[in-house]
């Protein structure tokens, strides 16, 4: 069983930078496509950005250019980090993790979720 958290969420202004981690334990993100995800208040869960095994990223169109995906595999960590951050970025933001052999839509494990807040 893999246990993610998140962190590096909070409040920040309009234009500012985060950067999110999600650490990895009970077992080794290798084997996992890692995905993050965020939802504000009254809307649905989306995808914001996913990382494939071998290290390949792929973005929502709405964070292209602002933001960034990674992995290190050693230190069992997945990053997003974040800049020129919008009003409309604020929501809570979760860290997943994809089996190799599920659809690209189905996650096994998921953070607990980091709050980000963007003052305008």
């Known amino acids: 069983q893999v246990q993610l958290v998140d962190t590096g969420g909070g409040l920040v202004q309009a234009g500012g930078s985060l950067r999110l981690s999600c650490v990895a334990s009970?077992?080794?993100?290798?084997?996992?496509?890692m995905g993050w995800f965020r939802q504000a208040p009254g809307k649905e869960r989306e995808l914001v950005a996913r990382?494939?095994?071998?290290?390949?990223?792929n973005y929502a169109d709405f964070v292209k250019g602002r933001f960034t995906i990674s992995r290190d595999n050693a230190k069992n960590t997945v990053y997003l980090a974040m800049n020129s951050l919008t009003f409309e970025d604020t929501a809570v933001y979760y860290c997943?993790?994809?089996?190799?052999?599920?659809?690209?839509?189905?996650?096994?494990?998921w953070g607990q979720g980091t709050p980000v807040t963007v003052s305008s």
């Open positions: 997943a993790a994809r089996s190799w052999s599920k659809p690209v839509d189905e996650y096994d494990y």
């Open positions: 009970g077992g080794t993100i290798m084997s996992y496509h």
């Open positions: 990382i494939s095994i071998g290290g390949r990223p």
